[in-house]
């Protein structure tokens, strides 16, 4: 039997028994087989096949690829692929066991999504897998429903979901939110995204077209996107330097600091990485640092900071001078912020394990800036991780809602008159973003908004984030072929 794709099963197994993240599952299979970087072809080939011959069943670098392949597709296209599997099954899905759903899964995966595998490879290794991990009578199921899987049909269906969409919308009026809901639940189906979060942005006021765009656009492969830390090394010299370490860059990023990579394998065992040179970050991401414009000599307040993507470029931006004070409230996580401000060469940030919902005294008015990126249901960042559609439901929303919100309430207390504040998720419902902050406002008199579109236009080389600016005052970024979907506001203290 292929090791790989039962490695492949057993991640999908716990990713749905144990609600376990599947990219640190697959970061976990990736480092027990790593094989190091910086060694040159000869190298590599003869300590791969040093580590095949002491450990038969070890696996190789195609081996790992097909895992995360079919780990990361079959966790994106779950709700898509259990439509095809009800299709096909007499079996009502709650009926089939896990083992056996997951081997349907990946299968189908394989003869609808890649075109490198011939069907009856899938098939074959499908079938297989039942014979361990099934019963006599579940081989025969499985063989049956792959069999009858049509790729070209099933792609059909998938790539017309746009053109039928826009024929749709001609009837359908938005403007008076009567929208057909059987539209919906075609675009849930097609692009595997859990109802309840289409009908939440359906009720944030977008339209059809729109849902469709963010639906597909969490389906895509995300960039590999770095920022360059200016206080080691600069774009172009990091540019020369990762070209010398076989790294393909793709282009620069909108973004001054970012440069957009083609896939790399294993980028945290790249020297530059380990030297500091660079941190693996969403353009979207760095651009709260950017906004909160921290100046040299001022106190800074991140409230909610590891693993630190934000404190670091922070730092960087002040040129390691002031001071940044930087709470998370789990302890194991404060280490991954001082770990990163160590490789990065940073002295200028104190951390702390502190609980940023609780008011203490000592902080009162002592920060002159703030920056609140908040726990969120991470709805922006669906791409990087497809787990959170099938972990997260719709009760989950009140629950982060009420912690934003006493995050804010407690740390807006934090800043000193006439401060700034930076709030930021990477969700993109309007009650844990714009609906919160207004909630906010109507409450605190003091704190005003600032406008965004003159800090952009100021700081930013580019017109790209102007397009999701909404009234100035919110950034609304929904995810798109080059970030994540972000939301960003700035609050100053008057009085
Ligand atoms: C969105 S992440 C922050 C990402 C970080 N700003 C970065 O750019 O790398 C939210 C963080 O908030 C932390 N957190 C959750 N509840 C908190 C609380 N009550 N006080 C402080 N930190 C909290 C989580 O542990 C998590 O690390």
Same mark, same amino acid.
């Given at each position: 039997?292929?090791?790989?794709?039962?490695?492949?099963?057993?991640?999908?197994?716990?990713?749905?028994?144990?609600?376990?993240?599947?990219?640190? =599952? =697959?970061?976990?299979?990736?480092?027990?087989?790593?094989?190091?970087?910086?060694?040159?072809?000869?190298?590599?080939?003869?300590?791969?096949?040093?580590?095949?011959?002491?450990?038969?069943?070890?696996?190789?670098?195609? @081996?790992?690829?097909?895992?995360?392949?079919?780990?990361?597709?079959?966790?994106? $296209?779950?709700?898509?692929?259990?439509?095809?599997?009800? /299709?096909?099954?007499?079996?009502?899905?709650?009926?089939?066991?896990? $083992?056996?759903?997951?081997?349907?899964?990946?299968?189908?995966?394989?003869?609808?999504?890649?075109?490198?595998?011939?069907?009856?490879?899938?098939?074959?290794?499908?079938?297989?897998?039942?014979?361990?991990?099934?019963?006599?009578?579940?081989?025969?199921?499985?063989?049956?429903?792959?069999?009858?899987?049509?790729?070209?049909?099933?792609?059909?269906?998938?790539?017309?979901?746009? !053109?039928?969409?826009?024929?749709?919308?001609?009837?359908?009026?938005?403007?008076?939110?009567?929208?057909?809901?059987?539209?919906?639940?075609?675009?849930?189906?097609?692009?595997?995204?859990?109802?309840?979060?289409?009908?939440?942005?359906?009720? @944030?006021?977008?339209?059809?077209?729109?849902?469709?765009?963010?639906?597909?656009?969490?389906?895509?492969?995300?960039?590999?996107?770095?920022?360059?830390?200016? =206080?080691? &090394?600069? +774009?172009?010299?990091?540019?020369?330097?990762?070209?010398?370490?076989?790294?393909?860059?793709?282009?620069?990023?909108?973004?001054?600091?970012?440069?957009?990579?083609?896939?790399?394998?294993?980028?945290?065992?790249?020297?530059?990485?380990?030297?500091?040179?660079? &941190?693996?970050?969403?353009?979207?991401?760095? !651009?709260?640092?950017?906004?909160?414009? %921290?100046?040299?000599?001022?106190?800074?307040?991140?409230?909610?900071?590891?693993?630190?993507?934000?404190?670091?470029?922070?730092?960087?931006?002040?040129?390691?001078?002031?001071?940044?004070?930087?709470?998370?409230?789990?302890?194991?996580?404060?280490?991954?912020?001082?770990?990163?401000? /160590?490789?990065?060469?940073?002295?200028?940030?104190? &951390?702390?394990?502190?609980?940023?919902?609780?008011?203490?005294?000592?902080?009162?008015?002592?920060?002159?800036?703030?920056? !609140?990126?908040? %726990?969120?249901?991470?709805?922006?960042?669906?791409? +990087?991780?497809?787990?959170?559609?099938?972990?997260?439901?719709?009760?989950?929303?009140?629950?982060?809602?009420? =912690?934003?919100?006493?995050?804010?309430? &407690?740390?807006? /207390?934090?800043?000193?008159?006439?401060?700034?504040?930076?709030?930021?998720?990477?969700?993109?419902?309007?009650?844990?973003?714009?609906?919160?902050?207004?909630?906010?406002?109507?409450?605190?008199?003091?704190?005003?908004?600032?406008?965004?579109?003159?800090?952009?236009?100021?700081?930013?080389?580019?017109?790209?984030?102007?397009?999701?600016?909404?009234?100035?005052?919110?950034?609304?970024?929904?995810?798109?072929?080059?970030?994540?979907?972000?939301?960003?506001?700035?609050?100053?203290?008057?009085?």
């Amino acid at each position: 039997m292929d090791k790989a794709r039962e490695v492949a099963l057993k991640i999908l197994y716990k990713i749905e028994k144990e609600n376990a993240y599947s990219n640190i =599952l =697959l970061n976990d299979v990736i480092n027990k087989n790593k094989i190091e970087k910086g060694l040159n072809k000869k190298e590599k080939d003869k300590r791969e096949k040093d580590k095949r011959e002491k450990d038969k069943k070890g696996l190789n670098n195609k @081996d790992i690829s097909l895992i995360s392949e079919i780990v990361y597709g079959v966790t994106t $296209w779950r709700l898509t692929l259990d439509e095809i599997i009800k /299709k096909y099954s007499k079996i009502r899905i709650k009926k089939i066991s896990p $083992w056996i759903l997951n081997i349907l899964r990946l299968s189908i995966y394989q003869i609808v999504f890649l075109d490198k595998i011939p069907k009856s490879a899938a098939v074959n290794e499908g079938v297989n897998l039942a014979k361990k991990y099934g019963n006599k009578g579940s081989v025969g199921y499985v063989n049956a429903i792959l069999r009858k899987v049509d790729k070209d049909e099933e792609r059909n269906i998938l790539d017309n979901i746009k !053109l039928n969409n826009n024929n749709n919308n001609n009837n359908d009026n938005d403007n008076n939110n009567n929208y057909n809901m059987k539209d919906l639940e075609t675009i849930s189906k097609c692009t595997s995204m859990p109802m309840w979060i289409i009908e939440e942005l359906k009720n @944030d006021g977008l339209d059809n077209n729109k849902i469709l765009d963010i639906c597909m656009n969490s389906n895509i492969r995300p960039n590999v996107s770095i920022r360059v830390n200016n =206080l080691k &090394t600069n +774009r172009d010299k990091l540019k020369d330097i990762l070209i010398n370490e076989n790294v393909k860059i793709k282009k620069d990023g909108i973004l001054d600091d970012f440069i957009i990579l083609d896939k790399v394998n294993g980028i945290e065992s790249l020297e530059s990485f380990k030297k500091g040179f660079f &941190t693996v970050q969403d353009e979207v991401a760095g !651009l709260p640092a950017i906004i909160l414009g %921290p100046k040299q000599n001022e106190k800074i307040l991140d409230s909610c900071s590891s693993p630190g993507g934000k404190t670091t470029y922070i730092a960087e931006l002040m040129e390691n001078n002031g001071e940044i004070l930087a709470f998370d409230i789990h302890e194991h996580r404060v280490k991954l912020v001082e770990e990163n401000a /160590k490789r990065l060469g940073i002295n200028n940030i104190k &951390t702390k394990v502190e609980d940023a919902s609780i008011y203490k005294e000592e902080y009162k008015e002592k920060f002159d800036k703030i920056l !609140l990126d908040v %726990p969120c249901l991470g709805i922006g960042v669906l791409k +990087r991780k497809p787990d959170i559609k099938w972990q997260k439901k719709r009760e989950d929303i009140e629950e982060i809602q009420k =912690l934003q919100m006493e995050i804010l309430n &407690t740390c807006s /207390k934090y800043l000193k008159i006439g401060g700034e504040l930076v709030y930021s998720t990477c969700s993109i419902f309007k009650k844990e973003n714009r609906f919160l902050i207004e909630d906010f406002l109507s409450e605190n008199k003091n704190f005003k908004l600032v406008n965004l579109k003159d800090i952009i236009k100021k700081k930013i080389n580019n017109k790209f984030f102007l397009d999701y600016l909404k009234n100035e005052n919110f950034l609304e970024v929904y995810q798109n072929e080059n970030t994540d979907g972000f939301f960003i506001c700035k609050l100053v203290k008057c009085g």
